[in-house]
């Protein structure tokens, strides 16, 4: 018996699978538990961050990862797996996810009346174990041989995962469902796939038994048994959704009514000292006070605007004595979502998926078209969407029109939103003029978008 494992001349009756178990941890748990890390430090990948002007080199967060075209890799559950379709046009937007759930990745295809879709997410143990450092693990053994109380023996997590996906299938009709799913760091790690589709089918379960499990670093690293660095294709990847622990962070520290500032308003102008901002409006918009929102429909939607409220604020809503058309600028803190943002007028995928992000926010419509444009020294990002309005005594949602233009300043995203029941009464609506700091006003035209339509 190696050093380490004596507890004396004779061990106690039914301890033996114990301590068989105690003794594998303790020989093992420093090497295999923890991969063999490469001394070379030149070939390590840099850490996975959010595409975002405000948000690199956060720690890992279990969405972590790399993305590329045909790959995913997770960074911190340490797998890869080849996506069944091209990454281009598959893209999925999922909602927020509940506390405790966490979407890894969602891609998915729709052609006449073939479908599919791929979703990868995470469940958390519903009684997380706390892994052990080295000294308690040597105290929890010096204990125990000593018949001391002693708490759970937490085993490594290379000894618990098994190395494989397992699976169910459900037919309904002509759509099948197979849930394939394995334990990571005490998760429950699933893939879900749906589809009508065999070929789709057949190519995401051959992806499924070919994934490659690694030893997920600290420092974003994937390596592989040997201790050699596993290069990890693809930018990095936070997810189809806001990460998990960020909403839950916003929801808890509600930092917009702390940073961001009202200013003030009179009529056919407003000022923002603090945000570096003035605009003025006709003087045929009045000022509207929001009538308290409708009942959330379910938890998600609940948790969703819980969380545009503790992460933004409306500085101004408008309506137009002329016309039933209504102006809003709303300040969202950039940082607090971790949303995505283009920074160039050639970003068109950062236009994209900003839109994606605040529709399923619900702060923009369905966007239909996006486009980048510079005015004056800001980059406007800018939408054209249809949202939908139902009364409570109506059946049926109203269509209407709306335009958008977003800008960042001052790590704040500002967000104008038209909205009309026409594209003709939307472009009747008269134009604003935007000033930042000291510089010349730009002229925000909501004709402009109506003509683009």
């Known amino acids: 018996m190696p050093a380490g494992c004596v507890i004396g001349a004779v061990a106690r009756p039914g301890c033996i699978a114990r301590l068989t178990l105690l003794c594998v941890c303790l020989m093992t748990a420093g090497a295999a538990a923890q991969c063999p890390v490469s001394n070379s430090e030149d070939d390590l990948p840099p850490l996975s961050t959010v595409n975002s002007s405000t948000r690199t080199g956060e720690p890992r967060l279990p969405e972590s990862g790399y993305l590329s075209n045909t790959t995913y890799a997770s960074t911190y559950f340490g797998f890869v797996i080849d996506l069944p379709i091209p990454l281009d046009g598959h893209r999925v937007m999922l909602p927020l996810m509940p506390p405790g759930q966490h979407a890894l990745l969602a891609i998915g295809f729709q052609e006449g009346r073939r479908s599919g879709t791929l979703l990868i997410t995470a469940s958390e143990p519903p009684n997380p174990l706390h892994e052990m450092t080295d000294a308690e693990r040597k105290a929890e053994f010096l204990a125990w041989s000593k018949g001391q109380p002693t708490h759970q023996i ?23 469902t197979v849930q394939y799913w394995t334990f990571i760091k005490n998760y429950l790690v699933r893939v879900k796939v749906t589809s009508n589709d065999a070929a789709f089918l057949r190519k995401s379960k051959e992806s499924v038994s070919a994934v490659k499990f690694l030893c997920a670093q600290d420092d974003g690293t994937l390596i ?66 929001d009538d308290p929102p409708s009942a959330a429909k ?35 803190d950039q940082t607090c979502l971790g949303l995505p943002a283009p920074m160039s007028p050639s970003d068109t995928l950062g236009a994209e998926a900003l839109g994606a992000y605040l529709d399923m926010l619900g702060l923009l419509g369905e966007v239909r078209s996006s ?79 109506a003509a683009k339509r």
């Open 224 to 289: 592989d048994e040997a201790g050699k660095i596993v290069p990890a294709p693809g930018e990095g990847y936070q997810g189809p959704t806001i990460p998990t622990s960020v909403v839950d962070s916003a929801l808890a520290d509600k930092p917009a009514l702390e940073f961001i500032d009202r200013g003030s308003y009179e009529k056919g102008s407003y000022r923002n000292e603090s945000i570096g901002l003035t605009v003025e409006y006709s003087r045929r918009w009045n000022i509207d006070h």
């Open 371 to 449: 486009s980048l444009v510079r005015r004056g020294n800001q980059l406007f990002a800018e939408y054209q969407c249809f949202a939908g309005q139902r009364a409570d005594d109506k059946a049926l949602a109203r269509r209407e029109v709306q335009a958008a233009a977003i800008t960042r300043h001052r790590k704040l995203l500002l967000v104008w939103t038209w909205t009309a029941p026409s594209a003709a009464e939307l472009a009747a609506m008269p134009a604003t003029a935007v000033s930042f700091e000291d510089a010349p006003p730009i002229e925000l035209a909501p004709s402009e978008f």
């Open 298 to 332: 379910g938890e998600i939607e609940q948790r969703t605007r819980d969380l545009l409220e503790a992460c933004s604020l409306i500085l101004f809503r408008l309506s137009d004595s002329q016309s039933p058309g209504v102006l809003a600028l709303r300040a969202l």
């Open 154 to 176: 937490t085993p490594p997590d290379w000894l618990t995962r098994t190395g494989r996906f397992y699976h169910i299938t459900k037919r309904t009709g002509d759509v099948t």
